[in-house]
Antibody, heavy 120, light 108 residues
Framework: QVQLVESGGGVVQPGKSLRLSCAASGFSFSDSALHWVRQAPGKGLEWVAV????????FYADSVKGRFTISRDNSKNTVLLEMNSLRAEDTALYYC?????????????WGQGTLVTVSS | EIVLTQSPGTLSLSPGERAILSCRAS???????VAWYQQKPGQAPRVLTY???SRATGIPDRFSGSGSGTDFTLTISRLEPEDFAVYYC?????????FGQGTNLEIK
């Protein structure tokens, strides 16, 4: 079955960096786009970024553009989110989610999330 | 960026009643690429409908999506106890793929 397992979350100081990882299994990873979506404590969902099946196309939310970088390694079935210049407002549960297609569409499978807390 | 506004913010209904949730976009959504998700406390979201009106695999037929242009609706025909949750619309017609702020469907 499809599984997405996020890791790499933790407590980090403002201005620092963190790298999240999502390990995928149970489907043809190299055929699917992947998304990161976050949810601040007690708040709604916020779409963060998407990467196409082959990594050639990447799109970002305005709130993270220039600070976050999404990438993937199809040989390792892994998608990464490199987060730089972190701010308090980046504190959230970060979900990795599978797109139904090769480019950006909707998500049909989600991981359980990894918590990022930005605090001094 | 397309801004999605959901209404109402909270909807209080009883099991067996019909729920109508609204999602209004700040500009036309390309190809009616709107999805609806359900999220229960402590769980990841689950997709209910996509491309406005197509039901995702395994979703009961009491859930139906409709709409076009800038106005979209999720209707739950007869509420079951397990349907009380938070619902989000999302547009994926153009990047950034924004979500609405959510509608909390609570038991009256």
């Amino acid at each position: 079955q499809v599984q997405l397992v996020e890791s790499g979350g933790g407590v980090v100081q403002p201005g620092k960096s963190l790298r999240l990882s999502c390990a995928a299994s149970g489907f043809s990873f190299s055929d699917s786009a992947l998304h990161w979506v976050r949810q601040a404590p007690g708040k709604g969902l916020e779409w963060v970024a998407v990467i196409s099946y082959d990594g050639s196309d990447k799109f970002y939310a305005d709130s993270v553009k220039g600070r976050f970088t999404i990438s993937r390694d199809n040989s390792k079935n892994t998608v990464l989110l490199e987060m730089n210049s972190l701010r308090a407002e980046d504190t959230a549960l970060y979900y990795c989610a599978r797109d139904v297609g090769a480019y950006g569409h909707y998500c049909d499978y989600w991981g359980q999330g990894t918590l990022v807390t930005v605090s001094s | 960026e397309i801004v999605l506004t959901q209404s109402p913010g909270t909807l209080s209904l009883s099991p067996g009643e019909r729920a109508i949730l609204s999602c209004r976009a700040s500009q036309r959504v390309s190809s009616a690429y709107v999805a609806w998700y359900q999220q229960k406390p402590g769980q990841a979201p689950r997709v209910l409908t996509y491309r406005t009106s197509s039901r995702a695999t395994g979703i009961p037929d009491r859930f139906s999506g409709s709409g076009s242009g800038t106005d979209f609706t999720l209707t739950i025909s007869r509420l079951e106890p397990e349907d009380f949750a938070v619902y989000y619309c999302q547009q994926y017609g153009s990047s950034p793929f924004t979500f609405g702020q959510g509608t909390n469907l609570e038991i009256k």
